[in-house]
Nanobody, 128 residues
Framework: QLQVVESGGGLVQPGGSLRLSCAGS????????IGWFRQAPGKEREGISC???????NYADSVKGRFTISRDNAKNTVYLQMNSLKPEDTAVYYC??????????????????????WGQGTQVTVSS
């Protein structure tokens, strides 16, 4: 079964850091575009950090300068390094994979419904 699996969530104090991982299971992520999305209670799902198969990245304004997405194809894993975390970053974080190319870099984090494979999500809670 092809799936992506997130890990690394948890409870962290404001200003702290976490690193989320998105691992491919049953397939290699090398040729896939990977997006990190999050959903807080009562809010719509938001695309926050995305990376193309070639390493081009895109970030939502809400996380730009604080979050960094990267990929390690040797480990079949995409990472989301989250620094300077704020209470408003509290959400369930999902990664997703899509094979077909996007027409623009900006579309990577916008067209969430076009991603084929989704993980179960990992909870991130930022609180003192």
């Amino acid at each position: 079964q092809l799936q992506v699996v997130e890990s690394g969530g948890g409870l962290v104090q404001p200003g702290g850091s976490l690193r989320l991982s998105c691992a491919g299971s049953g397939f290699t992520l090398d040729y896939y575009h990977i997006g990190w999305f999050r959903q807080a209670p009562g809010k719509e799902r938001e695309g926050i950090s995305c990376i193309s198969s070639r390493g081009t990245t895109n970030y939502a304004d809400s996380v730009k300068g604080r979050f960094t997405i990267s990929r390690d194809n040797a480990k079949n894993t995409v990472y989301l390094q989250m620094n300077s975390l704020k209470p408003e970053d509290t959400a369930v974080y999902y990664c997703a994979a899509r094979l077909r190319p996007f027409t623009t870099v900006q579309n990577m984090c916008v067209m969430s419904l076009t991603y084929a494979y989704w993980g179960q999500g990992t909870q991130v809670t930022v609180s003192s």
